[in-house]
């Protein structure tokens, strides 16, 4: 019996998103849509007597997957090695959440199946306050649009067939919990008339331009991520904010042309996977 498993998860950008609160975790979640990317995060789970994670080689706290190996009733050493910017709106918690599920599952012989892993996982994050629609996004792949929330049993997903480059920037990190569960009401707002734009065109230039309109909308933009979406403009290109983490992303060579040293990545077209 093998005594470790691995996954790999895609990293993930929301462009625009509403908070759809619910008392059942698995109901609960977001609309909006976003961009998986082949940039993600790998998770290795090893039997262990007690649990502990370490995220590129540190041990920290993460509530998620505390609850993901509460939920499958196993303790696990869980590493996760990812070149993505923790906190800043890469769904980098999310992507840890979901690989811990997956790569569990099969060490342990859980015998969940794929839609109750994500579910777990998503129900895990919710509660946790760390996120609300990055787990459905990657395990799915492409560029997700979520039309309901939840996990795979009440959400339902769309998606925009558009592959290429992707280009980021982080600046720093913003904090999830406090937007989530403060008022949204203008966020929601704004959310939903992104949604509605790309819903009547789902293409990729609709999904930057509703994605911009989002964050001038609900507040959220800084003037790091402003400053670099003009620029990006200026240059020819779109780019649009992370949420939530104080980052631009642009699909093609947006950044580049604007004068940044971006990383570069693709958007994913597996979406998360046991390696």
């Known amino acids: 019996m093998d005594e470790v498993a691995s996954a790999f998860v895609p990293g993930h950008v929301t462009g625009f998103f509403t908070v759809d609160r619910d008392p059942d975790p698995t109901k609960a979640g977001s609309t909006g849509a976003g961009v998986t990317l082949t940039e993600g995060v790998t998770v290795e ?17 993460m509530g998620a997957v505390d609850r993901v190996l509460d939920a499958l009733s196993v303790h696990a050493t869980v590493r996760a090695e ?33 839609n109750e892993l994500v579910t777990v996982a998503h ?17 799915r792949g492409g560029m ?12 339902v997903l769309d998606g925009i067939p558009a592959r290429g480059r992707v280009e980021y920037v982080s600046f720093g990190e ?27 065109k789902p ?3 609709q999904f930057m331009y509703a994605s911009r ?3 001038r909308e609900a507040g959220l933009l800084p003037d790091s991520v402003a400053e670099a979406v003009a620029a990006v403009g200026e240059a020819g290109g779109e780019a649009a904010m992370a949420m939530l983490g104080e980052s631009v992303f642009a699909l093609g060579r947006g950044l580049t042309e604007a004068g940044y040293d971006p990383a570069v990545c693709e958007v994913d077209v597996g979406g998360a996977t046991l390696l």
């Not at 990812?82 to 690989?99: C, H, K, N, Q, R």
């Not at 997700?144 to 959400?155: A, K, M, S, V």
């Not at 008022?183 to 790309?198: F, H, K, P, W, Y």
């Open 45 to 61: 789970v090893e039997y262990a007597e007690s649990s502990s994670l370490l995220l590129n080689g540190q041990p920290v706290e």
């Open 82 to 114: 990812t070149d993505l910017p923790v906190g800043a709106g890469f769904g980098v918690s999310g992507a840890v959440a979901l690989g811990t599920a997956l790569a569990a599952n099969a060490l342990y012989g859980s015998d969940l199946s794929e």
């Open 123 to 139: 129900g895990a994050e919710v509660q946790a306050g760390t996120g609300l629609g990055d787990v459905v996004a990657q395990a």
């Open 144 to 155: 997700p649009i979520r039309l309901e929330p939840g996990g795979p049993h009440h959400g």
């Open 174 to 200: 913003l904090d999830t919990t406090a937007v989530i569960e403060g008022d949204t009401d203008a966020l929601d707002r704004a959310g939903e008339e992104s949604r509605s734009l790309v819903v009547r």
């Open 203 to 205: 293409n990729v230039e």
């Open 213 to 215: 309109r989002f964050a």
